[in-house]
């Protein structure tokens, strides 16, 4: 994200999310596209590549899942009037929810 959270146009980026896996769905070109989500986004631009590129555990499903918990958090943080507690509890929500699915012995 930029350096303020507040900054960030939360619309922007899913329109950009979802544009970008439509493309990788349709096979399309994504080279010089999506420049907003991967200046404000890149860890997230990264990783929604990264699951396309690792088609032996792709599951899009669940990319779909984490990318709405992703930016249903950065929503409530920019509601929210208390933004370090707000940015925390986003923070470890994620990583918990995460972790949880990615760590063995974490999986329930």
Not at 23 to 36: A, M, P, S
Not at 92 to 99: H, P, S, T
């Amino acid at each position: 994200m930029s350096g303020n959270i507040y900054d960030t146009d939360i619309n922007k980026i899913k329109k950009e999310v979802y544009d970008l896996i439509n493309d990788l769905d349709n096979g399309n070109n994504v080279i010089g596209k999506y420049e907003y989500l991967k200046k404000t986004s890149k860890t997230l631009y990264e990783y929604i590549i990264k699951q396309y590129d690792n088609t032996k555990i792709f599951n899009k499903e669940m990319l779909i899942n984490n990318l709405e918990m992703m930016l249903k958090g950065i929503d409530k943080i920019q509601k929210s009037k208390d933004i370090k507690k707000s940015q925390h509890e986003a923070s470890v929500f994620v990583g918990e929810e995460l972790a949880s699915q990615f760590i063995p012995q974490l999986k329930k």
